[in-house]
């Protein structure tokens, strides 16, 4: 059986990833639609992956299809996603699930009224240092874990990332997610309280945050440290960013580098250096899995209640922030 999924807008640069992916499983997967409602840039997504491009969303979900990937704007989400749910198609929502705790649990209880599968987009679940990382810490190799110390350092995106009314934050939201969604993963234990700082140190043409430190304490006195940050030269670096962390545990400590198998590359028609990566696709992992899904009818693996856990610990960092205080979670 061949799977047909419509896109949802190509809003965040993900989608692009996500569409090339999909082309590696062109003997089980078709692009049956895109749907943008900035129709110019639909229009040549749509072009770009050899797929047609529908005038509404009404339309797209209208269609035979068994889900849908939606990469709208976080301020979107909750709209497309009720729909889709409503309509009856698993959905693949890019990351943060909202931008707050009411639009987030307002999905996850859309779509199980509807009996459809919500998966949120954390592909650092499928790296393969992760999931080794995580089966040492589950096989008690570290003994009891102690501290914690994480980064999610990228490039400002710019766009309506630096919209807070679209994006729900700057690099706090951007960044916090995908590390504490890991961490929960691989410890299965939820933050209890965050304590947050953020500024901007970067660009003094944006309105919004580009640095941030976390401190978090997780079930069991666990404390750990995350730093997030647009700190990545946009011009000069020789690739988006990072994901890194160190955990300590009784017996012993390991350190992750979600990205660093990759070969340097120096040449002068791109005026910088470059990464070209040997690793496993994190993306084609994660496709994987929803094509699992949907072809199944199985639970998502990552679900709403995940993007809803990680995505409070952004909002309760920056009403930290706000209160220069502690937060205790969940909100």
Known sequence: MVIRLGIISFAHLHAYSYATCLQQFSDKVEIAGVFDDNPQRGKEAAKQFNAPFVESCEELLSQDIQGVLICTENAKHQQYTEMAAQAGKHILCEKPISVSVENAKSMIKTCE??????????????????????????????????????????????????????????????????????????????PVSVYAE????????????????????????????????????NESFPTWGDATMEIIGEKGSLNVDVFKQHINIYNNDAVKAEWASWADDINIGMLRAFLNVVANDEPSPITGHDGLKAMETALGAYKSIETKAPVALPL
């Open 113 to 190: 009224d509807n009996k459809v599968q919500l998966m949120i987009a954390f592909p650092c679940r499928y790296s393969p240092s992760l999931y080794r990382a995580r089966n040492i810490i589950c096989e008690g190799k570290l003994g009891k874990i102690l501290a914690m110390k994480g980064t999610n350092r990228g490039t400002m995106p710019g766009g309506w990332f630096i919209n807070k009314e679209m994006s729900g934050g700057g690099a706090v939201m951007d960044h916090t997610v995908h590390v504490v969604d890991a961490w929960r993963w691989m410890l299965d234990k939820d």
């Open 198 to 233: 953020s500024g901007q140190l970067f660009y003094n043409d944006i309105n919004i945050d580009d640095a941030g430190l976390l401190s978090l304490e997780f079930e069991g006195g666990i404390i750990a440290s995350l730093d997030t940050s647009w700190s990545r030269p």
